[in-house]
């Protein structure tokens, strides 16, 4: 048992602040994430290039990253519930089926969503304001710099494939 599993042993509650960001929109995006403990310890960040999004796609892209990696932690250690805090009142709405997804590309992720989210024991999602999620904020851009000084360094397209973020980071195996 790893020390991540011990510490969330009767702590089946994680927290989980997602962010998307589009420079243009559309434009090169990325998604950035971070997790917390019951306690509110962060266990986990991450960000990830996302390529040529909206701005609502890379910020649904940002909820299945986050949701992915709880589903992780909930395979090894049981039924999870989970709290999401977007600065999206527009996925915050749609996942609570307050608002129509009439877009095509948003309906499949979307769907994604609703079928991960199925796979807690509960959830809840709410939109907060963007000086709440600063961190998860600066994550998604930081995900979009690395990729534009690839670029930069002559690579022809910037890397799509998952990078860490600096800072603290504890992963679940």
Not at 33 to 61: H, P, S, V
Request: some cysteine; overall charge positive; hydrophobic content about 35%.
């Amino acid at each position: 048992m790893t020390r991540l599993d011990q510490r969330l042993q009767g702590n089946r509650l994680l927290t989980l602040y997602i962010d998307g960001a589009s420079k243009g929109n559309p434009g090169t995006a990325g998604a950035g994430i971070w997790m917390a403990d019951e306690k509110g310890k962060k266990i986990f960040q991450r960000c990830q290039y996302l390529g040529y999004r909206t701005n609502n796609e890379a910020e649904y892209e940002a909820l299945l990253l986050g949701l992915k990696e709880a589903q992780r932690l909930a395979q090894r250690l049981g039924p999870i519930s989970i709290r999401i805090y977007t600065d999206s009142e527009l996925v915050e709405k749609q996942i609570n089926g307050l608002y129509q997804v009439k877009n095509l590309n948003l309906k499949a992720l979307h769907a994604s969503a609703l079928k991960y989210l199925g796979g807690f024991s509960s959830y809840t999602i709410e939109s907060i304001t963007r000086e709440m999620n600063q961190e998860a904020d600066r994550l998604a851009n930081e995900a979009i710099q690395r990729a534009a000084k690839e670029k930069k360094r002559g690579r022809e397209e910037p890397m799509v494939a998952p990078h860490s973020c600096e800072g603290r980071k504890v992963r679940a195996p």
